[in-house]
């Protein structure tokens, strides 16, 4: 009888265990870009994918870029819902410009897990980084190595909530730096990123040549296409700082004569790899969100990275 018992337990355990296996394979995800060809965006979805494969998990996993634009990311996000998916991920948007699309998949039962995208009701969780920190740490750094003097480009993009907020940050630092004028200020057309920075700064540097010693850039690929054409130009003892920590970056940053002094190394694929098991607890096996998620937006550790402590970064 006991043994019969047992027999049994075991063989209902081997369904369940089965049974949770098949339903983590037949999981449909929707990933939404916000922009695909951003850096920061391929490592978040290269964590992801690293998660997965650590798991053995087959998740059926299609991608949607909305090209930076904020009216195909709110069009990616009604299409998601319309196929009924299981969980959609979206990554650097801004969602504000999303809450009908968000509210359709809602409605459907749909749960919405974001990226840098900034929590609005309606999504699971925004896991990001403190955006606001991470400029108040770079921003000073750049200042305090002009030693407080000079002249700087001010590369903006108001269209996502991370880069707004860190130009924010830099634009009330500038206040306590009254040595440091503003010789332009400029928001990136986020559809053609790098060409638009490179067209600008081309431009800037016809205009202001050796007046300008630093650029400010609210991520590192803008960064690099700054340093790309004072380069070009001979300008090559302007200081330039970035946000995200890419690996190229930070190599940049690691050369002892390079232009780029600074960076912030965001964890985009530990981003990735947190959502996977945030949609496994949630929608796989059916945990409560209160049980799994601590906050609305959960914030990862982002340090500064330096001429002083790049190797420590380096991959």
Same mark, same amino acid.
């Given at each position: ?63 949607? +870029?909305?090209?930076?634009?904020? #009216?195909? $990311?709110? @069009?990616?996000? /009604? &299409?998601?819902?319309? !196929?009924?998916?299981?969980? =959609? ?99 990136? +057309?986020?559809?053609?990123?790098? #060409?638009? $920075?490179? @067209?600008?700064? /081309? &431009?800037?540097?016809? !205009?202001?040549?050796?007046? =300008? ?103």
């Amino acid at each position: 009888m006991t043994r019969t018992l047992f027999a049994g337990l075991l063989l209902a355990g081997s369904s369940l265990a089965s049974a949770a296996m098949a339903q983590d394979d037949a999981m449909d995800i929707a990933w939404v870009h916000s922009n695909a060809a951003a850096q920061s965006e391929q490592r978040v979805k290269a964590g992801f994918e690293a998660w997965l494969a650590e798991q053995g998990l087959n998740w059926n996993v299609s991608f949607l +870029d909305s090209g930076g634009s904020g #009216e195909a $990311t709110a @069009t990616n996000l /009604q &299409d998601a819902a319309s !196929r009924g998916v299981d969980a =959609i991920i979206i990554t650097m948007s801004d969602l504000r410009a999303s809450r009908a699309a968000i509210e359709a998949a809602v409605q459907a039962g749909i749960p919405i897990f974001s990226v840098d995208s900034g929590y609005i009701p309606g999504v699971m969780v925004d896991v990001t980084t403190n955006n606001w920190a991470m400029s108040s740490s770079v921003s000073p750094y750049l200042l305090d190595q002009m030693g407080g003097e000079g002249n700087i480009i001010f590369l903006r993009m108001a269209e996502h909530h991370g880069t707004r907020k860190r130009g924010d940050v830099m634009e009330d630092v500038l206040q306590e730096y009254q040595g440091v004028k503003v010789l332009e200020e400029h928001n990136i +057309d986020y559809t053609a990123f790098f #060409e638009d $920075t490179t @067209t600008t700064m /081309q &431009d800037y540097v016809a !205009r202001y040549g050796e007046d =300008i010693d630093a650029v400010w850039a609210p991520w590192d690929e803008p960064a690099q296409a700054a340093i790309n054409v004072l380069a070009a130009a001979g300008l090559t003892d302007v200081k330039v700082i970035g946000i995200d920590g890419h690996p190229q970056a930070i190599a940049e940053v690691c050369k002892p004569d390079s232009m780029m002094i600074a960076t912030v190394a965001q964890p985009f694929e530990g981003m990735g790899a947190q959502v996977g098991e945030w949609i496994r607890a949630t929608v796989v096996d059916g945990k409560p969100r209160e049980e799994v998620i601590p906050s609305n937006t959960v914030y990862m550790d982002a340090p500064l990275v330096t001429k002083q402590n790049c190797q420590e970064f380096m991959q």
